[in-house]
């Protein structure tokens, strides 16, 4: 059975891939399973990005829902984690995003998060899986007063705001910050947040008109909020994706400042504060090698995960970590949310900014050197990976260019869990040798997956 999850939810492009045919089966087959497990009618809280077709997917999974007797909750345009943070406060059995995050305008997705702000687990999601692919028989319909509701909370933004504003520990007043809120999720609640903080803020990318979403702006395109922070003067640029649960900097120069810069400065405060969780921080295999000699030398250790931040809050739930992330943005900070939250994260980010000392944003910015690292995508089909993890002509090859750098560099080779890519990166002291092995590398996956027609 082909899964229907991956690494974050259900995703494809809206309309062909995720149909609202899917997401009503998703809904009602949620529905069932989320009643089995609470043995009461369950309620779902709702979110969604500024896409289009998120409103086709919201009227879809909410019939699906309530016709099979649960009672749904719209938040409207929210971040993801606001979902994650909302779920519980307001007492609902699970919470649901509408979004793709990153990806553009044409795709969408379903993530589920249970009652706990957590994702669901894979169990769960099996059997979500199990009843659409396998046995849509047992899907029944109610009738009568046992049918679903549907209501709007028009608080969700607001409160979500609030939440946020507990994280703030310094005086933010004497801050010139540029936000780019991708045209995504963040427009509505970062000018209220950061306003209210009593930053200096200017806000782009924060007119959505359901087909802007990442646009040329966000977290995946930073020139322009770097180009826009240096023509005018401010003290760096935050920018997040389009459903804002990750976000990038840059600082006064317009040099960027990514994951793995930002769980540096923020491990480095919590542990100068006493508040870094057994003086450990969770990145996945992508980090750089870079940041791993820097935190060493500071005295703190890393953990490390596969890719996903689904396998990196895995690893801190069950080691006891507080701070955990990507080198893509994605940073989750457990003393206050349970997801990766972009929002937070420049919250937590700002706190070290604040015009208290005379340190610029470069001076964090230059914690360590980073190694060069050559990352590029292979563009496939579900064929063409799933030959590639079988494939022991390419793992063969892969570990004699490994051998080849002899201890001075690295390679990963992965599967995108949420797009149809294979991902290589190489990593290494030389430039010009990784980009070698890279490219060899790339071509010869090329070259296997031709051999399929993949």
């Known amino acids: 059975m082909a899964r229907l999850f991956g690494t974050d939810g259900v995703r494809g492009v809206a309309g062909s891939e995720l149909t609202p045919e899917l997401a009503i089966n998703i809904g009602r087959a949620a529905a069932m399973v989320l009643t089995k497990h609470t043995n009461k009618k369950a309620t779902v809280l ?50 649901v995003v509408i979004s793709a995050s990153h990806n553009p305008m044409e795709f ?102 359901g087909t802007n979403i990442n646009a040329g702006c966000g977290s995946t395109h930073l020139d322009k909020l770097a180009a826009y922070v240096k023509e005018h003067g401010f003290d760096c640029g935050i920018a997040f994706d389009g459903d804002a649960d990750r976000c ?18 923020l491990a480095t405060r919590m542990k100068a504060a006493g508040k870094l969780a057994k003086d450990t921080a969770v990145v996945t295999v992508m980090s750089n090698l870079g940041f791993m000699k820097h935190m060493e030398k500071r005295g703190i250790a890393t953990a490390t995960t596969a890719v996903g931040d689904r396998y990196v809050l895995e690893e801190m ?33 700002l706190n070290n900014f604040a015009k208290e000392t005379d340190k610029k944003v470069s001076d964090f910015n230059g914690c360590f050197s980073k190694y060069p690292q050559v990352l590029i995508n292979v563009k496939t089909t579900a064929e063409g990976k799933a030959f ?57 996956i090329k070259e296997r997956l031709a051999t399929i027609g993949a």
């Open 317 to 349: 739930l069950a080691k006891g970590y507080n701070i955990g992330g990507e080198q893509s943005g994605h940073v989750i900070l457990t003393d206050y949310a349970t997801t990766g939250d972009g929002e937070l994260t420049a919250v937590a980010l």
């Open 108 to 209: 969408n997705g379903i993530k589920i998060f249970n009652g706990e702000g957590y994702k669901l687990a894979d169990e769960i999601e099996n059997e979500i899986e199990a009843l659409i692919l396998d046995t849509p028989e047992k899907i029944v319909n109610v009738t009568g007063g046992a049918m679903g509701t549907v209501a709007t909370i028009d608080t969700a933004a607001r409160d979500y705001v609030d939440h946020l504003k507990e994280a703030c520990e310094a005086d933010f007043s004497g801050l010139k910050v540029v936000f780019d809120c991708a045209n995504g999720a963040s427009s509505v609640t970062a000018p209220m947040l950061f306003t209210e903080l009593g930053v200096q803020a200017t806000f782009i990318g924060a007119e959505p008109d």
């Open 46 to 95: 709702i979110g969604k990005d500024t896409r289009i077709s998120g409103d086709m997917l919201e009227s879809a999974l909410c019939a699906g829902l309530c016709s099979v007797g649960a009672d749904v909750k719209l938040c409207g345009v929210v971040p993801t984690p606001a979902i994650a943070y909302l779920v519980k406060k307001y007492g609902c059995d699970a919470g």
């Open 388 to 444: 590639y993890k079988t494939d022991e002509y390419i793992e063969g090859f892969i570990e004699a260019k490994q051998q080849q750098l002899m201890g001075a560099g690295r390679v990963l080779v992965r599967l995108s869990g949420t797009e149809p890519l294979i991902r290589v990166m190489v990593e290494g002291e030389n430039l010009e040798k990784i980009t070698a092995v890279a490219n060899d590398i790339v071509n010869k």
């Open 248 to 265: 990038l900097a840059v600082d006064e120069n317009g040099e960027e400042i990514d994951g793995d810069k930002i769980i540096a400065i």
